[in-house]
């Protein structure tokens, strides 16, 4: 689904990512975790090409991102991704968000787009507030909104920037189960997160990532027990 | 005190002919200007130089000289120059559509910018392209925020129309004018159009208001 090949990627001067390579398969979750400063966002960033990386190959399902010629649009159209801060158009419903980029960028019509919002909506248990504008909705209800919108693009993966970061605590459950319902759909999905216990549970396999390199990654119940790595055992000890 | 309004009352239709007269053209000038105020926006947020740099000099020159002048030179220069007789009225579009565009573009320019870059990221990663998140998802945003200061500008350009009195257009200073002339008594004609002027600010404003509280809908 995904191969990172030898990324790389500076701001001005400063070595963001240093030689990063790795792939994710179809319906892998893979969480990617690390101390702030490590990257982690920019990896994740990389991937739709939200930051162009200086240096290395990115293929999703086989489209060499990298590539000037690849149309990256129309590649993006099938990678949703969730913000830290939710980003839900303000001046349009939660309705009008879910339907906004099918109906335009995919050409669905109005009903095919709402019949599809709606049942989103419903999975992510927000039927009641189709008509409510972003402003009047909890952290947790954008997040959950956020979620539904980058789902009814029908992509073939998700990308989760700190999904939880931004929220009250007693509102991160809410979201985080919305995403254990669809890792367990079988959905591929790259998590940038600080909920150990998220990755712990949800997650097939951990990223850790250090001062830009990728330290190291494996199944979580490997990581979390018998860190390789001093660097992460010191992470792990600090947050847990 | 030297003072009487039923003097001027048989011109009230002729003064009052020229609130359309006046209206006319700037009502044509503020689309104009904001249309092309759009267009220099969007070049100056643009990531071509060359695009950049006309939007700026553009907007340096036309800010950067008096509208009286720019009016001056449309409408007696150009003949000039080109033999092309252009009329007052078209003269008037063209400097104060020209001109206010300059300022309406800076005000748009500061809008979009304004909007939360997370919402470029948030239309990239759904695959909208550039065109459709500028019309539907940032341009819609920006110009909430801006619309005090459009008002704003919408305002100034009813009030400074005056000056097209100064190429002989026939709008409401211009009338009142004549008519000081006419009956050798100009403070009452002046007093009237000077109340007509406030009259359309004053509904100006409501608009602006009522336009506001329309786009509040969302918080």
Same mark, same amino acid.
């Given at each position: ?13 400063? +070595? ?11 319906? %892998? ?15 994740? *960033? ?15 399902? $086989?489209?060499?991102?990298? &590539? ?33 980029? /099918? ?6 019509? *109005? ?7 709606? !049942?989103?909506?419903?999975?992510? #248990? ?7 504008? /972003? ?19 029908? =992509?073939?993966?998700?990308?989760? !920037? ?6 009250? =605590? +007693? ?28 990755? @712990? ?9 250090? +001062? ?7 199944? =979580?119940? +490997? ?18 | 005190?030297?003072? !009487? ?50 939007? !700026? ?8 000289? /008096? ?11 150009? =003949? ?25 573009? %800076?005000?748009?320019?500061? #809008? ?27 341009? /819609? ?11 704003? %500008? ?13 190429? #002989? ?5 211009? *009338? ?5 002339? &006419?009956?050798?008594?100009?403070? %009452? ?18 608009? $602006?208001? @009522? ?9």
């Amino acid at each position: 689904m995904i191969k990172v090949e030898n990324l790389y990627k500076q701001f001005g001067k400063t +070595e963001v990512l240093k030689n990063i390579s790795t792939t994710i398969d179809t319906g %892998e979750v893979v969480s990617i975790i690390g101390p702030s400063g490590s990257g982690k966002s920019t990896f994740l *960033r990389c991937l739709n090409l939200l930051e162009v990386p200086t240096k290395g190959k990115i293929w999703i399902e $086989g489209q060499e991102m990298t &590539d000037p010629k690849t149309n990256i649009m129309k590649v993006r159209q099938e990678i949703g991704m969730v913000f830290q801060h939710f980003y839900l158009f303000p001046h349009l419903s939660v309705l009008d968000n879910l339907t906004y980029a /099918p109906m335009k960028v995919k050409g669905l019509s *109005r009903d095919e787009a709402q019949t599809k919002a709606k !049942d989103l909506l419903a999975k992510v #248990g927000l039927t009641e507030k189709e008509t409510a504008f /972003p402003a009047n909705l909890s952290g947790g209800q954008k997040q959950r909104v956020a979620i539904a919108r980058a789902l009814a693009m029908e =992509p073939k993966l998700m990308l989760f !920037d700190e999904p939880t970061s931004a929220l009250d =605590p +007693e509102m991160v459950k809410e979201v985080l189960n919305v995403m254990k319902d669809l890792a367990q759909s079988g959905m591929t999905m790259a998590v940038v997160t600080h909920e150990m216990r998220f990755a @712990r549970e949800v997650a097939d396999r951990i990223m850790f990532l250090d +001062e830009g390199t990728l330290l190291e990654e494996g199944a =979580p119940s +490997e990581f979390f027990t018998n860190p390789k790595t001093s660097r992460a055992r010191d992470f792990l000890e600090k947050i847990l | 005190m030297n003072l !009487d309004f039923s003097q001027i009352v048989p011109y009230i239709p002729f003064i009052l002919e020229g609130i359309w007269v006046t209206l006319k053209f700037v009502i044509v000038a503020i689309i104009f200007g904001f249309v092309f105020g759009s267009i220099l926006a969007l070049l100056k947020i643009s990531h071509i130089k060359p695009l950049n740099w006309f939007a !700026d000099a553009y907007t340096s020159i036309f800010r950067g000289t /008096p509208l009286i002048l720019q009016l001056m030179i449309i409408y007696f220069a150009i =003949p000039q120059l080109t033999g092309y007789d252009i009329s007052p009225f078209l003269s008037a579009i063209l400097a104060f559509g020209l001109n206010s565009s300059a300022y309406i573009s %800076e005000i748009i320019r500061a #809008g979009i910018q304004a909007v939360d870059k997370g919402q470029v990221e948030a239309a990239q990663a759904l695959g909208i392209p550039y065109r459709l998140m500028m019309k539907d998802l940032i341009f /819609p945003q920006a110009l909430k925020n801006i619309l005090p200061a459009l008002m704003n %500008e919408f305002i100034t350009l009813t009030k400074e129309s005056a000056i097209v009195s100064t190429i #002989g257009y026939l709008d409401l200073m211009r *009338r009142a004018q004549v008519v000081g002339a &006419d009956t050798y008594r100009n403070f %009452e004609p002046l007093i009237f159009v000077g109340l007509i002027y406030w009259v359309m600010v004053m509904g100006l404003t409501l608009i $602006g208001k @009522r336009v506001e509280r329309k786009l509040k809908y969302s918080d």
